[in-house]
């Protein structure tokens, strides 16, 4: 099984991942604002499947690939960290257009969703979610302990470790945004601060992916 200081390093580095607002998490509070606890819920539980869907992509394919290939590692982990980068970036210089978020919940309310339509939505962006694509794909494999045998198996249970993670955060966005609906409407302006500080801690996790990772 994975050794205790990589799960340990890997629970790290994905807390740092999950806990920068993402597609993922900005759908999350839209959905809270628009239409409380309960859609936030269901679409977070959703969101979940669909990035497991991920792992299992990376365990049965992609990884085993990369897992086999230094230059396909590193060629992938610099393209990964290169885009993370570029994806802070994106968040800060746009940290503003968070305002818009309370906006277009309010309007998606007047709509209405069904439970089972809420959940496959969830489902849709957590499986195209670029940040988690990039971070399965390029930094997931490095964590394997490939002196041992059952690779497949260490991503799959490293994928849930980001998977119960990534659960418990975005749920307690889509609480506090349920909870908050009052305070977000009064100023929305305070959104631009999480992009803002969401923006740096991703290009951050950009230049250590970067300049991380295996040496053979």
């Known amino acids: 099984m994975v050794p205790t200081d990589r799960l340990l390093a890997f629970a790290a580095m994905s807390f740092l991942l999950i806990v920068v607002p993402g597609p993922s998490v900005l759908f999350v509070i839209g959905r809270a604002l628009a239409q409380g606890r309960r859609a936030a819920l269901t679409t977070v539980a959703g969101n979940t499947v669909g990035a497991y869907v991920l792992v299992l992509a990376v365990a049965f394919g992609v990884g085993s690939i990369v897992e086999r290939s230094v230059l396909v590692f590193t060629t992938l982990k610099l393209a990964g960290a290169a885009y993370l980068v570029y994806l802070g970036v ?57 002196g041992q045998d059952h690779v497949a198996v260490q991503m799959l249970l490293l994928g849930l470790v980001f998977n119960v993670i990534a659960l418990v955060s975005d749920a307690v966005w ?22 803002g500080v969401g923006g740096l801690t991703m290009i951050g996790l950009g230049v250590t992916v970067a300049v991380t990772g295996r040496k053979d």
Not at 174 to 195: D, E, H, I, K, Y
């Open 90 to 146: 994106k968040a800060w210089r746009g940290r503003g257009s968070l305002r818009a978020v309370f906006a277009e919940g309010v309007t998606a309310a007047a709509a209405g969703h069904g439970g089972l339509r809420t959940f496959w939505e969830g489902f849709a962006v957590g499986v195209t979610n670029p940040k988690t694509i990039v971070f399965f794909a390029a930094v997931l494999p490095q964590f394997v302990d490939r």
């Open 174 to 195: 889509g609480l506090v945004a349920a909870t908050a609906r009052g305070w977000f409407a009064r100023s929305p302006r305070r959104l631009s601060l999480v992009g």
